[in-house]
Structures are given as C-alpha cells and as structure tokens.
C-alpha cells in the first residue's frame, strides 16, 4: 500500500472537528459546521480538481487491500462515540443555548458525512457482516429503510421520473425533500413486500428489514431518553433529520436535471456515466470516500470507493459538493450556476 493511499484518513476530520465542538464548547460548538462548508470549500477553490485515474494494475491491488476496509470501519468509533460524548455533554453541562445550536447540526453533519456516507459504501457489499454495519450506521440517522430503496430502487431507476432521489430540471431543493422523503420511505416499504413476496416469506420476518430498522430506530430514542432524558432524546431526533436531510441534499446535486431516455421497446436506457453528476475536487473527494466520482459509481455498481474513475463524457459540477449544497440552498443561485451545465438534450425534465 502506497502513503497516498493514507489520504483517506483524512475523512477523520469532520470528526475531529465534531469532537472540537463538543470539548471547546463555546464559539468552539460551531466547528462541526465551519469546518465542511466553510473550510473545505475554500481548499477545494485553493487545491482545485484532480481527474487522474489509476491504472488497471492499481485497480487490482486496491480491490484486495482490507485497509481500505478498515478505513470506513474506523467510523463506527468516531459516530456512536461522538453521539454518545456529545449526549453526556448537553444532558450533564450547563450549556448556552446557542452552544446546543452549534453541537446539534455539528453531530448532524457528522452523521451525514461519517455515517450515512460510509453506510452507503458499504451497503453496496455483498458480504452480511458489511451489509449489518450499514444498517446499524443508519440507525442514528433514522433512516434505516435507505438501505432497502437506494440498493434496489434508486440504482435501477435513476434519472427517471419513477426515481424520487432523482431531481427535476427547475426543481427547488426544498420541493425536492418532499419529493425524496417521503417517496423514498414509501418506496421501501413497496420494495421490502416485494422481497419478501418473492422470497416465499411473510411480512413479520426477520428479513424485513425496513420493519425492523423501524422498530431499532424508535428503540435507540427511547434508549436514548432513558440513559439521558426526554430533550436529549429530542435532540437524537432533531439530529437525525439534519443528516438525512443532508443526504438529500447530496442526492439533489447529484442527479439534478438529468434523465434516461427511453427507448422503442418502452423501457429506459441503461444508466450510464452520463446521468449522474460527478465532481473530482480533490478534499471532497477525500472527504466523502470518493462519492463525489458519482458517474462512475452509478455505472458500476461493485466498485469500491478506491476504485472509482472519472470520465470526460460525464457532466462536472461546477463546485465541489460542499459548495454545491450550499448554492442549492438559494434556488435562483443554483439555477442561474448549474441550468447552463444541463445537457439541452435533458433539460425537458421529467
């Protein structure tokens, strides 16, 4: 293994800045939140973009390489730990208020970044052990049900009007959490019947994993309400939507405006680099174990995060994913920047 290949350690520090804010306290409880969308995007302005690729023989090597592995391992320490320190703070300190308005979105941020992102990665796995760890990162996150609608429902209908993690063309953010939420979370439902349907089992079984996911989720807030108390366990809830919340604001970038076309037969054509967007901003890709080289990872599913590649043909965001959600917070913004980027082909919407 080479030292730049190290470079992914680096994801550690949006925890590192979360434990900031919680020990500091003080100004110090902002730091969860300067560090990723003030800090991050200046050095991606600074650092700019990186579309190298590596070539078949490092592919191979880092497809077998468990460090990478133990690299997105790492952040179950990192997000149950700083969840529960950040926990014993607020309910054990006697904290200002705009202290607790600068930890909750820190840890929310936090969750987003080192939990459901990593959760992502490894929900992709085709390992149980892999595939557990990826539920139980959700678990925090409130959004447990993910794991179902994003492996067998976003991935095959992508850049379609049947996809609710899709975004439209003209299509504000904030329109776009409704669409993405709650059509997210009724998707997996309809997914998870199905499953079990055609897996010849009833719907109170162990494989029913939205089910029990829901059944964890409401679990750890009570848990969470009797180890501390009932505003603490507010604040899980509070948190929990603020990283989900964060999620589909990643997916908004990440497929805004684009479309499959479909063909004669009446079926969509096979996704390809081309509808998804992709970002190469050398932090962020760090950051967020190469999930900004969205094009190549809708393309092919079983790649790893180290081995992600960039394309030409795939359309780039402008900015870096930090700076990208922050543009998509202010919909005239983001469409006066983005909408020239939109291929004309695809700017009829859905």
């Known amino acids: 293994m080479m030292m730049r290949d190290l470079k992914y350690i680096a994801a550690y520090t949006v925890p590192i800045a979360v434990w900031i804010a919680i020990y500091f306290k003080g100004v110090w409880s902002f730091a969860g939140v300067v560090y990723p969308f003030v ?49 014993s703070e607020i ?27 990593v959760a992502h990665e490894l929900g992709h796995r085709n390992n149980k052990k892999d595939q557990f760890l990826s539920q139980l990162l959700l678990l925090p996150c409130l959004y447990t049900h993910f794991f179902i609608e994003h492996n ?29 939420v709650l059509g997210q979370y009724w998707s997996a439902w309809g997914l998870q019947k199905k499953l079990l349907r055609n897996a010849g089992r009833s719907f109170i079984s162990f494989k029913n994993i939205v089910l029990w ?21 507010m604040l899980a809830v509070v948190i929990g939507v603020i990283s989900f919340l964060m999620l589909e604001s990643i997916n908004y970038i990440e497929h805004y405006g684009l479309r499959r076309k479909k063909t004669d037969s009446g079926r969509y054509e096979k996704t390809q680099d081309k509808h998804s967007w992709n970002s190469d901003h050398v932090i962020g890709r760090i950051i967020l174990y190469e999930l900004t080289r969205h094009s190549d990872h809708h393309f092919k599913t079983s790649k790893k995060y180290p081995e992600l590649n960039y394309y030409e043909t795939s359309p780039q965001l402008p900015f870096g994913y930090p700076t990208s959600i922050l543009l998509a917070l202010i919909p005239p913004l983001w469409f006066r920047i983005v909408n020239p980027h939109v291929p004309d082909s695809m700017k009829n919407g859905f």
């Open 152 to 180: 067998y429902g976003h991935h095959s209908k992508v850049a379609t009007p049947e996809d609710p993690a899709s975004a439209r063309y003209n299509q504000t953010v904030y329109a776009f959490y409704w669409q993405s």
């Open 39 to 87: 800090v991050i995007p200046v050095l991606e302005l600074l650092l700019g973009s990186n579309n190298d690729n590596l070539t078949t023989e490092e592919i191979k090597k880092r497809a077998v390489n468990p460090v990478f592995d133990w690299m997105l391992y790492g952040n179950l320490l990192w997000v149950f730990g700083l969840l529960f320190y950040g926990f």
């Open 213 to 233: 996911g829901a059944v964890a989720q409401i679990a750890y807030i009570l848990l969470t309400s009797f180890v501390f108390n009932e505003f603490v366990a």
């Open 91 to 117: 309910h054990n300190s006697q904290l200002a208020v705009f202290e607790i308005v600068g930890l909750v979105p820190s840890l929310g941020i936090l969750l987003a970044t080192n939990a459901i992102n």
